[in-house]
């Protein structure tokens, strides 16, 4: 850098800034609104809203932890309780997005595994297929030919004629 600055093009800025003064007495309305918006309005707003972050701080949420207490199932509600109804039937469909889950999961990690092995994907992601056989078999069987419109009767009704599918099969391979 040159030893000799050229003071006009880089000015120094002044030590001190000039104080405004005020040429007259009636007050700026500007912070006369501003003050009356501060107390009227920002003041209560802030101090509910912290308020409220306070009760909240005291006692967490996590929605994504909710667990739900298990409800009898279908099975076991009396006749004409429609509330067990209802609940037996929620306790179904979540059960059946956690089965879907665990499925799309198993699946995904077969992927990752070949995508990862490569041409040796037969011999090192086995374990995995075979864990993936067993879930979807289980899936089927369970949630198999209900369709979308399934519901928990309709899965009950299918896991009672599967029992007796294997009743009548044991009774004719015993005789």
């Not at 701080?57 to 279908?74: E, G, I, L, S």
């Not at 665990?102 to 077969?110: D, Y």
Request: charged residues 30%; aromatic residues 12%.
């Amino acid at each position: 850098m040159p030893e000799d600055h050229d003071w006009e093009a880089y000015k120094v800025p002044p030590t001190r800034t000039p104080v405004s003064e005020r040429t007259t007495s009636v007050p700026n309305p500007v912070t006369f609104f501003q003050a009356i918006y501060n107390y009227a309005i920002d003041a209560p707003v802030t101090f509910v809203r912290e308020w409220i972050e306070r009760q909240q701080a005291k006692n967490k949420f996590y929605y994504y932890h909710q667990k739900f207490r298990r409800v009898p199932d279908v099975s076991e509600c009396l006749e004409g309780d429609y509330l067990c109804f209802y609940e037996a039937e929620a306790q179904w469909r979540r059960d059946r997005l956690v089965d879907q889950q665990i499925v799309e999961i198993v699946r995904e990690r077969v992927g990752a595994c070949r995508q990862r092995e490569g041409p040796n994907h037969f011999q090192n992601c086995a374990k995995e297929v075979e864990l993936l056989a067993q879930v979807t078999k289980a899936y089927q069987e369970r949630y198999g030919d209900l369709g979308v419109h399934g519901n928990a009767r309709t899965c009950l009704m299918k896991q009672k004629h599967r029992m007796m599918e294997e009743r009548k099969a044991q009774e004719n391979a015993s005789q």
